[in-house]
Nanobody, 121 residues
Framework: EVQLVESGGGLVQAGGSLRLSCAAS????????IGWFRQAPRKGREFVAR????????SYADSVKGRFTISRDNAKNTVNLQMNSLKPEDTAVYYC??????????????WGQGTQVTVSS
């Protein structure tokens, strides 16, 4: 059974940091790109960052570039999202997704249940 489990969300003040993790099981992890997405109340799901299966390629939304860093540990089947200099507009439920293609993550078959990140001003 494929599982993606996010953790690490919480409440933090503006300017603070959080580290989200996505733990994967049930598939060949390094064959899959992993993406982070977020959804704020009354808004659509938004791309945040993605990383290729090998970890050699990453990309970020302009809104988080320079503040967030995505990384993966294929030995532990985990992907992390280090979030620094957090802003109130980063408040959302954060989801990880897995797909063999980096270009197809928004339509990925595998999604986690999400973890809430709340940034207070």
């Amino acid at each position: 059974e494929v599982q993606l489990v996010e953790s690490g969300g919480g409440l933090v003040q503006a300017g603070g940091s959080l580290r989200l993790s996505c733990a994967a099981s049930g598939f060949t992890f390094d064959d899959y790109a992993i993406g982070w997405f977020r959804q704020a109340p009354r808004k659509g799901r938004e791309f945040v960052a993605r990383i290729s299966g090998s970890g050699s390629s990453t990309s970020y939304a302009d809104s988080v570039k320079g503040r967030f860093t995505i990384s993966r540990d294929n030995a532990k089947n985990t992907v992390n999202l280090q979030m620094n200099s957090l802003k109130p507009e980063d408040t959302a439920v954060y989801y990880c997704a897995a797909d063999p293609s980096s270009d197809n993550l928004l339509r990925a078959n595998y999604w986690g249940q999400g973890t809430q990140v709340t940034v207070s001003s």
